[in-house]
């Protein structure tokens, strides 16, 4: 919790949400939408819409993608989502 308080006072211009996210694929990178919405405790739109926007690099006055998505080696219908190196680099 102290973590998001001091990304968002880093980051006023993101979401707590958008924060919580992207700090939940810090600490679990590779997981699908329906992996992270389950850790988080919220609907799978919600992490969709924001996931989608985080990698149109349309996410508070980032221009530049800050997670990135590669195919589920088992299910070709997921995709599994990483930080970025601008996401790395951003939650240091």
Same mark, same amino acid.
């Given at each position: 919790?102290?973590?998001? &308080? #001091?990304? /968002? *006072?880093?980051?006023?211009?993101?979401? *707590?949400?958008?924060?919580? &996210?992207?700090?939940?694929?810090?600490?679990? +990178? !590779?997981?699908? &939408?329906? @992996?992270? #919405?389950?850790?988080?405790? *919220? $609907? +799978?739109?919600? *992490?969709?819409?924001? &996931?989608?926007?985080? !990698? +149109?690099?349309?996410?508070?006055?980032? $221009? /530049?993608?800050?997670? @990135? /998505?590669?195919?589920?080696?088992? $299910?070709?219908?997921?995709?599994?989502?990483?930080? #970025?190196? +601008?996401?790395?680099?951003?939650?240091?």
């Amino acid at each position: 919790m102290n973590e998001l &308080i #001091s990304l /968002s *006072v880093r980051f006023p211009r993101m979401t *707590v949400r958008t924060l919580a &996210i992207l700090r939940t694929i810090k600490e679990n +990178e !590779g997981l699908t &939408i329906r @992996q992270l #919405s389950k850790v988080m405790g *919220v $609907d +799978e739109r919600s *992490v969709l819409t924001t &996931i989608r926007r985080l !990698g +149109e690099g349309k996410a508070g006055n980032f $221009d /530049s993608e800050l997670i @990135q /998505s590669k195919p589920h080696p088992n $299910d070709r219908r997921s995709r599994l989502f990483y930080l #970025s190196s +601008e996401g790395r680099r951003m939650l240091r």
